[in-house]
Every structure is written in C-alpha cells, then in structure tokens.
Nanobody
Framework: QVQLVESGGGLVQTGGSLKLACALS????????MGWFRQAPGKEREFVSTISWSGETTYYADSVKGRFAISRDNAKNTVYLQMNSLKPEDTAVYYC?????????????????WGQGTQVTVSS
C-alpha cells in the first residue's frame, strides 16, 4: 500500500523560507510523477508544482514561479519543495501527490495517492 508522508511545514515570517519533504513508501518511487498542491481555508485545492519521474522536467504555478523549487531524490524515495520569499498568501495546507506515469501533471484528478498535508503559515 502506497503511503505519502509530508514534513517540514511550520510558521515563518514574510520573506522567509521553508523546505517541505514528502516520503513515499510501499511503491517504487522512481515510477511516480510527483506533485505539490495546496489548499487555503475556504478555497479549492490548487496546483503548486510537479516533477517527472526522472526529475528532468518540472512545472510551476505562476504564483510560485521563481520562488519555489521542486526536486526529488529517488534513492531516498523523497520529493522536496523549497519555498523562498514566502508571502502571507502562501499560507495553506500543502499536500504532496503521486501517480505512476512519465508525464508531469497539474490536475489533481490525475494523482492516485495523496499525503495527509502539512501546514504552512506565513505571518505578515
């Protein structure tokens, strides 16, 4: 059974940085394209970033482009999201997700597996 567990969330001031991690167990991590999504209170879940199985292809939402960086370590079964220059509007629960496939994906419905989420709060 595939499980995803996020870590690294917390409280940070505007302009600060956080690095999220998401570890996959119960599956062959290198077969999975991975994504990060977020959901703020009262809002729908939105796409943040995605990375291909090899790590060679990445894609970002316009709202985080240039500030966030997604990466993966297939030897550690882990995907990361480095978040810099954080803004109050980045406050949300961040979820990682995975599906077996070669292509990156920005649509939540493509993903088969989801983590429980980690809270990121950016104070102004």
């Amino acid at each position: 059974q595939v499980q995803l567990v996020e870590s690294g969330g917390g409280l940070v001031q505007t302009g600060g940085s956080l690095k999220l991690a998401c570890a996959l167990s119960g599956g062959t991590f290198s077969r999975y394209a991975m994504g990060w999504f977020r959901q703020a209170p009262g809002k729908e879940r939105e796409f943040v970033s995605t990375i291909s199985w090899s790590g060679e292809t990445t894609y970002y939402a316009d709202s985080v482009k240039g500030r966030f960086a997604i990466s993966r370590d297939n030897a550690k079964n882990t995907v990361y999201l480095q978040m810099n220059s954080l803004k109050p509007e980045d406050t949300a629960v961040y979820y990682c997700a995975g599906y077996v496939g070669l292509a990156i994906a920005a649509i939540p419905g493509v993903y088969d597996y989801w983590g429980q989420g980690t809270q990121v709060t950016v104070s102004s």
